[in-house]
Nanobody, 114 residues
Framework: QVQLVESGGGLVQAGGSLRLSCAAS????????MEWYRQPPGKQREWVAG???????NYADSVKGRFTTSRDNAKNTVYLQMNSLKPEDTAVYYC????????WGQGTQVTVSS
């Protein structure tokens, strides 16, 4: 069983920054690739970023250069640093990983005001 718990969301003005955290338990975290998704209001969930177990990162074009994902295997935690936030970044953000099946966190709300 894998549990993922996101935190760090909130309300921020455009141009501001937030750092999301995703704490993982129940499996060997350091062996797992981790991903970030988001679901804007009224839209489908979309992939945002990923980090492999070896620390290789990838980003959606919409966030490239503004968002950075990292991981601390000692803390079983993955992070999403979000800078230069825009109103269109407003969404519920989720972390996810695969251990025989896809696991999702409960999500954390990020709201960017203009």
């Amino acid at each position: 069983q894998v549990q993922l718990v996101e935190s760090g969301g909130g309300l921020v003005q455009a141009g501001g920054s937030l750092r999301l955290s995703c704490a993982a338990s129940g499996s060997i975290f350091r062996l797992r690739d981790m991903e970030w998704y988001r679901q804007p209001p009224g839209k489908q969930r979309e992939w945002v970023a990923g980090i492999t177990n070896g620390g290789i990162t990838n980003y959606a074009d919409s966030v490239k250069g503004r968002f950075t994902t990292s991981r601390d295997n000692a803390k079983n935690t993955v992070y999403l640093q979000m800078n230069s936030l825009k109103p269109e970044d407003t969404a519920v953000y989720y972390c996810a990983t695969d251990v025989l099946r896809r696991y999702w966190g409960q999500g954390t709300q990020v709201t960017v005001s203009s």
